[in-house]
């Protein structure tokens, strides 16, 4: 029986593969790995639940099956991860208190990973929070108004980040000291700097707000305007970065791809849309979450208590 006619329902949606007890992994994965690959391109996200797993390596080893690729490392970073092992991070490091909202993983960027790959090793307890929520950025773009989408796609988006205390220092972004490596690696990804201060870096970097799925075809909206923005912040934290910050110091920002300002209610109608198409199920332990990077966002909840969940990324994908 097909793969596809075994799916159950999580949050509502049809994109559950529960696997038999005493199942091994490594074995499934080479046994449906084909279909795994045609239903993410289809579905764009899958749980798979009743695998077990005893370590990073047997996890690392499960999607580089399933993707077909070599896990990626993690540069041009913009958010904090320990590496564990075989290009297996853990999946961010921001205080458990913050929501990491909607975003696909490095649309900001020129190279993207095309599919990303979730385990939880401990699930939160019942009622404190951290689920991953979901969103298709398929229905995201359909439900985006159509003249926010024409302004977004002609005028496109220039992220600006300035690296130091606040954000992620460029040595952690870049994963060197070498201010040599920085700028080759600038020049290499279409990306503009300037060395400020005693040892700050400034980037600029024009990308569009829309890509094309290269196997599906379809259009799907794939930029981080609504997260880089300084209106994504707490009321309070804006109003503060502002009185310390001229806004082209800021830590991170983002512009039309010309530099002029990107109207706040244009991105708080963006953040209402992903409000309104993100979903979530409560993890359990050794889930794992496969995603299509370009046709699902994925973000987290606040939380309280214990929480592990690993990602690794695999099938690097260059902006045409």
């Not at 797993?53 to 904090?80: C, N």
């Not at 930029?223 to 300084?230: D, P, Y």
């Not at 970065?241 to 830590?251: K, R």
Request: charged fraction near 20%; charge should be negative.
């Amino acid at each position: 029986m097909s793969m596809r006619n075994q799916l159950q329902q999580v949050a509502g949606r049809e994109l559950l593969m529960q696997v038999p007890a005493q199942t091994q992994s490594q074995a499934w994965a080479e046994h449906n790995r084909a279909e795994i690959q045609a239903l993410l391109h289809e579905r764009g996200a899958l749980v798979i639940r009743g695998l077990r797993f005893h370590g990073t390596k047997q996890f690392g080893q499960l999607l580089e099956t399933l993707f077909g690729d070599d896990l990626a490392e993690y540069t041009y970073r913009s958010t904090p991860r320990t590496k564990l092992g075989g290009n297996v991070y853990t999946a961010t490091e921001y205080h458990p208190s913050e929501t990491i909202p909607q975003h696909n993983e490095s649309s900001y960027a020129n190279v993207w990973a095309m599919h990303i790959g979730f385990l939880c090793m401990v699930p939160p307890a019942a009622g404190a929070g951290g689920a991953t929520p979901l969103a298709d950025s398929r229905a995201v773009l359909a439900r985006i108004p159509p003249d926010i989408v024409e302004k977004f796609e002609s005028k496109q988006l220039q992220y600006v980040r300035n690296y130091g205390n606040v954000d992620l220092p460029w040595s952690e972004v870049f994963q060197t000291e070498d201010r040599a490596e920085v700028e080759a690696f600038c020049r290499g990804n279409g990306i503009a700097f300037e060395w400020t201060g005693d040892n700050g870096l400034r980037t600029k970097q024009t990308t569009p707000a829309t890509e094309v799925h290269p196997v599906t075809g379809e259009k799907v909206w794939f930029n981080q305007a609504h997260l880089f923005h300084v209106s994504g912040l707490a009321e309070d934290v804006a109003r503060d970065m502002l009185s310390l910050y001229a806004p082209e110091d800021l830590p991170r920002n983002v512009y039309f791809g010309d530099g002029s300002p990107i109207e706040v209610e244009d991105l708080e109608r963006i953040r209402a849309v992903y409000d309104e198409v993100k979903f979530h199920f409560d993890w359990q332990k050794d889930d794992v979450v496969l995603l299509d990077n370009m046709l699902f966002t994925h973000g987290r909840q606040p939380y309280s208590g214990a929480r592990k969940v690993l990602v690794g990324m695999a099938q690097m994908r260059q902006r045409a």
